[in-house]
């Protein structure tokens, strides 16, 4: 079956610093796509980046990047520069052949100025 | 990019009555739309698949004749909680998936009480 594990329940960050959070996930698929979803408090979900699992370049979108080690099922997020507005929950996702997503736990990130 | 909406936004009612939450895709056809539901402080949690046309997959334990799913238009897909109980309460969230996007388009979901 496949999961999607973010260990960190919270995390704290100061403005303008960098924060990694993490998430691994198990499957036997070889093609797969990866995201990582933005909860802010609205509670609209907000794509943040998506990654390919084909692809051996990892994705980045201005401040976000992420550190796809595909061997080792991990699919970090790394948030550059952070700043007031990216507190929020976090949230990593992994889309099967049926495009159902799975997502995992959440990590709470809190920015402090 | 691709908006969904979802309508109520939040709806409060007595238990035993019935709850219909609407799903749709303003700027895009929508072969594919998903259920989810969010208790406080968890994650998303599929209930359902809904293909246009065609009746809707159901995850493992989700009730289909308690939650009711009609995708009847590429635009439009709705969700009935019958005989709600106060168990039922949570946050309702919907998303969208055309025929060529890679991303499911989230709906900004729907809060459900139930007294």
């Known amino acids: 079956a496949q999961t999607v594990t973010q260990s960190q329940p919270e995390m704290s960050v100061q403005e303008a610093e960098t924060v990694t959070l993490s998430c691994t996930y198990d499957?036997?698929?070889?093609?797969?796509?990866l995201f990582w979803y933005k909860q802010p408090p609205s509670r609209q979900m907000i794509l943040v980046i998506r990654?390919?699992?084909?692809?051996?370049q990892n994705a980045t979108e201005n401040r976000f990047s992420v550190n796809f080690q595909k061997a080792a099922k991990s699919f970090s997020l790394k948030i550059s520069d952070s700043q007031l507005g990216d507190a929020a929950m976090y949230f990593c996702?992994?889309?099967?052949?049926?495009?159902?997503?799975?997502f995992g736990t959440g990590t709470l990130l809190a920015v402090q100025p | 990019g691709a908006v969904v909406s979802q309508h109520p936004s939040r709806v409060i009612c007595k238990s035993g009555t019935s709850v219909k939450i609407e799903c749709r895709s303003l700027?895009?056809?929508?072969?594919?739309m998903f259920w989810y539901r969010q208790f406080p402080k968890q994650s998303l949690m599929l209930m359902a698949t809904?293909?246009?046309?065609?009746?809707?997959?159901?995850e493992q334990g989700v009730e289909k004749d308690k939650f009711l799913i009609n995708h009847a238009s590429l635009t439009l897909s709705t969700l009935t909680v019958t005989s709600a109980h106060p168990e039922d309460s949570s946050f309702y969230i919907c998303?969208?998936?055309?025929?060529?996007?890679?991303?499911?388009?989230f709906g900004p979901g729907t809060r459900l009480t139930v007294l």
């Open positions: 499957t036997s698929e070889s093609d797969y796509y």
């Open positions: 996702a992994y889309r099967i052949a049926t495009n159902k997503l799975i």
């Open positions: 990654q390919e699992a084909y692809k051996q």
């Open positions: 700027d895009f056809q929508a072969t594919t």
């Open positions: 809904s293909n246009e046309g065609s009746k809707a997959t159901y």
């Open positions: 998303s969208a998936r055309d025929s060529v996007a890679t991303e499911q388009y």
